[in-house]
C-alpha cells in the first residue's frame, strides 16, 4: 500500500508541475486557451476561465463568435467596450487590447490608426500591410488592412469596349485635381497606377461642373478606369500611400 500511494503521489506531482496544457501549451485556468493567447491575442484573465462572468468560459465565447468580454450575450463583432472605433472581433485581427482605446499609447485611438493603415498594437509609426483589390464582376473596390477587408465601395469600371486592365498594379502617383488632356475633364484624387492612362478617381467633372456617371456606380461605364464615388474617392485618396498593391480581378 505504501509503494502505490507513493507511486499516485509521484504521478500526481508529475502532473502538477507539467501543468494543464491546451493546443500543447500552458493553460493554468484550464478553460480551453492557452495563456500566451490570452495574454497577447484575446487579453482575457488566464487565471480565470470566465473572464466575463457570465457563466460561459472563454473557450465557448470565443469558438461561438462572442465576446469574452462582455457579460452581454454580443458578438465579437458588434462588441466595442473601449470604444475605439475597432470591434472586438478586429480587436483580436490587429493583436489590440480591447479594454484600451489606445493599446500603443501613442494618444491616438485604435480604431483611427487602424482606419489610415498605422498599426494600432505598435508606435514609431509603425504600418499595416495596406492593399486595394478591385473585383469587376462585382463592380467593388476593396480597402485591406493586413488582407482584412476594413472598406468596400461600389466603383463603375471600363465599359467593353474599353475595358480595365486585370492583373496586379501599383500606386504610383496621387495628384488631388487630375485632369484629362484625352478627354477635356476633371479627375478629382486621382490615383495613378502604373499602366498607361488607367487610375483610381471620383466620378469625373467637365468644365462646365457638370459631374459625369452619378447613377453609374455598380456598372462598367468608364473609359478604362475606376471611378469612386464622392466620399469613397476622398477616403481611399487619403488613406493610400504611393507604392500601394492593387489587385484587379
Known sequence: MKILNFTFCFIFLFFASAGVR?????DADRDGVPDKDELELYYTDMNNPDTDGDGYSDFEEINRGFSPHNPEPVKLI??????DGLSDAWEIKF???PNNPDTDGDGFKDGEEAD???????GDGARLDVSLKINLDAQTLDYLLNSYVWRSFPISSGKASTPTPTGEFKVVNKIEKAWSRTYGLWMPYWLG????????HEL??????YREGENHLGTPVSHGCIRLGLDAASYVYNR???ATSVLIH
Open 22 to 26: 491546451a493546443n500543447g501549451l500552458p
Open 78 to 83: 458588434d462588441s466595442d467596450l473601449d470604444e
Open 116 to 122: 489610415y493603415g498605422f498599426d494600432p498594437a505598435r
Open 204 to 209: 469625373p467633372i467637365w468644365p462646365s461642373g
Open 193 to 200: 497606377l502604373n499602366v498607361s492612362g488607367i487610375g483610381i
Open 95 to 97: 493583436k489590440t487590447n
Open 240 to 242: 493610400i500611400p504611393v
